[in-house]
């Protein structure tokens, strides 16, 4: 079995809902989620929006693969009503928002997914909740407890 670290986030509609129906699939499809952080409420990233986001952090114990977990999250993300997914850093509003964090201690570089996740440290919506649930987890490249890795 695998710890797999996820981002969860949503900054439309029914936010709180999104996210325990995110969390209930993943449980369902992925596996056991053996942490879950508290819900924060945050700015929009990259992009100007009115509406704020809620976001989470989730580990999963699981034995799919990271590809499996990648292809597994997005079908959950259209099951929950996404569209689409941001392209070129072109990020908008979106009902639900679930990426791959950290997969183990595996470093991975692939043309659909890359571990560990390479804008997670400069996030602070990813890094608050996934150090409340895992601040002594080693970043696989930094070689690093995530909480020293908090900016």
Request: aromatic share 6%; charged share 20%; proline share 6%.
């Amino acid at each position: 079995m695998a710890s797999v670290y996820l981002s969860l986030g949503t900054n439309l509609g029914d936010k709180t809902a999104h996210l325990q129906a995110a969390v209930e699939l993943i449980q369902k499809k992925i596996g056991d989620v053996v942490s879950l952080s508290s819900f924060i409420e945050t700015l929009p990233w990259g992009f100007v929006s009115p509406h704020s986001f809620l976001n989470a952090a989730a580990c999963v114990e699981t034995s799919l693969s990271p590809q499996e977990v990648l292809f597994v999250t997005q079908d959950i993300e259209r099951e929950l009503g996404r569209t689409h997914k941001s392209v070129n850093g072109h990020y908008t509003d979106r009902i639900i928002d679930i990426d791959l964090l950290l997969y183990d201690q595996l470093i991975l570089h692939t043309t659909e997914l890359e571990l560990p996740h390479p804008l997670m440290t400069e996030r602070s919506f990813v890094m608050i909740p996934l150090c409340e649930i895992a601040p002594n987890v080693m970043h696989p490249v930094f070689h690093r407890p995530l909480k020293e890795l908090m900016k």
